[in-house]
């Protein structure tokens, strides 16, 4: 892999550059108190004094986000596949799969809890249910508009069913499960987070979420914001994670897509 | 990049609005009091004295405004947005040492209305026995959480997050959480459980507690305002404890999901810790410079603030 030029890195770096100074500048001229929007370096202060601790809780948390969101990819990909199978499931069942986007998680968390138990389990739960469905969604509509032509080809060649799934629509479903796979790794870190606020057990120190809690709890904003700026960048993390897989999966399937 | 500008005078003026305090309208500004929760009898004698007209009678013209779950209350009356807030004690510490320079100017509840309760079949007898095994339900970062984890140890028991959800407890006969003396326990009985409290206070950390706090500034400015909206909450509060019947009525109103006889029985379990707790006997929300040195130095020895200024952080108007 080639080393990434100026013009990819260049740009988002003299936006941070930027408009971290100018937040910076401004809360110092206005004196804008600390306990009501923290200035960046105070944050960074936060981030540095509080380091391992805030390190060791996003550990925790990229790892039951990033278990529920291969839950997600899983059972998301197995439920789109099984929707396209015929418009009568779709018609019974998708509407149905509506629901796991507009259900609102911080309600059904507490119910998690006693599904699930306090725990990890719980906390991949609600990671699952807010990353599902835009890879349901997008898989489906990647499923359902195979090339006709090909399909047409297929048809003549009398291909049968399964062959016609194997062979044209999973494969030309590939970049759109890969876009839903992109938008739910964000959605991943949320959903954990929102699970931890309800049913993290600290055992093991807790994840970002009990960090927020207790930062909140004790009145620290500028840790606040520091234990937000780790959410932010493992979502960062998770997304370049998946671009890098996207990228790998479609040079072997074809040329690649555009770049962006 | 040319709708950078645009962006950056949007959040510009969101950071104004926030920091700009409350405008003062005439003559007579409307006050603002900012509750920590959803209307409950923890503040019928605010609604009692909105009700029966003291705070009109007192010259002032006063809004409640009802909380909820993670509403900023010292943020709130740090900023300026709202004029009071009910806090705890400990948390009014807590945001001086951050710089926030508020002041408690009557504490309701005398005695800490924090406790922890456990199913009574678990034959548990004092607070050190919840810590000997099962769950424990309870929200960190806060002093007393602290003070319990080193006097008793936590090594024997689960600790999950408190959550205002009675499901877990009612669920499981080995859940014990943390509840509001007045709250949770009653709802539990409701529910058909049989809830053993074991009060905070058992460990000697005892803070004041629905503690009305305003700004310095403000209390340095109209000092005059401040002692009749004192003495007009002094009467709702009389009133309420009379007889609470019409405004739980008016409360329930505001908050359906909690019932009238929840309402009436929170009513009576707190009478106790408003009116108990002192002697000599002052008048209600009255607070001693010795409670509130004793509670500086607890926190001082957790850790949590570095200055024991009990002086700084109180006045009785």
Known sequence: ??????????????????????????????????????????????????????????????????????????????????????????????????????????AIAPMLVIWF???????????????????????????????????????????????????????????????GLRIASGLAVIGAIVGEFVADTWENGGGIGTAVMIAIKEQRTDKVFAAVLMAALLGLLFFALVNVLSRTAMRRWRLGELSE | MRRLPALLTIVLLALLSACSSEPDGGSNPRLTLQLNWVPEPEFGGYYAAREMGAFRDAGLDVEIRPGGPGVPVMQLVASGQATFGITSGDSLLVARERGIDVVAVFALYQSFPQGIMAHAERGLNTIADVFQGGTLAIE?????????????????IRAVPYSNNLGPFLHDPNF?????????????????????????????????????????????QHPDKIAALIRAVRQGWQAYLADPAATNQFMHGLNPTMDLATFSDAAEIQKPLILGGNTPPQPIGGMEFARWRTLAEQLRDLGLISRVEPEKAFVNP
């Open chain 1, 1 to 106: 892999m080639k080393a990434p030029t100026p013009e990819v890195w260049l740009p988002p770096v003299i936006s941070l550059v930027a408009i971290t100074a100018f937040l910076e500048g401004w809360l110092a001229l206005t004196a804008v108190p600390g306990y009501l929007m923290p200035r960046p370096s105070a944050v960074m202060g936060a981030l540095i004094a509080s380091g391992q601790e805030l390190l060791r809780a996003t550990l925790q948390t990229a790892l039951t986000a990033s278990a529920g969101l291969l839950a997600s990819a899983v059972l998301g990909g197995l439920a789109a596949v099984l929707l396209c199978i015929h418009p009568w499931i779709r018609r019974a069942f998708y509407p149905y799969a509506v629901f796991f986007q507009t259900v609102p998680i911080v």
């Open chain 1, 117 to 179: 138990g306090f725990g990890p389990k719980a906390v991949m739960a609600s990671a699952f249910i807010v990353s599902v469905f835009p890879i349901i969604a997008n898989t489906l509509s990647g499923l359902l508009s195979a090339d006709p032509a090909l399909r047409d080809l297929f048809r003549i060649y009398r291909a049968g069913r399964l062959t016609t799934l194997l062979k044209l629509q999973i494969p030309g479903a590939l970049p759109q499960f890969l876009t």
């Open chain 2, 140 to 156: 960190a970062g806060t002093p007393w959480h602290r003070l319990l984890e080193k006097r008793f140890g936590f090594s024997k």
């Open chain 2, 176 to 220: 014990a959480q943390q509840c509001f003396i007045t709250a949770e326990p009653i709802a539990a009985r409701h529910a058909g459980a049989h809830p053993r409290v074991f009060p905070i206070s058992d460990i000697g950390y005892n803070p004041y507690s629905g503690v009305i706090v305003t700004r310095r500034e403000f209390l340095d």
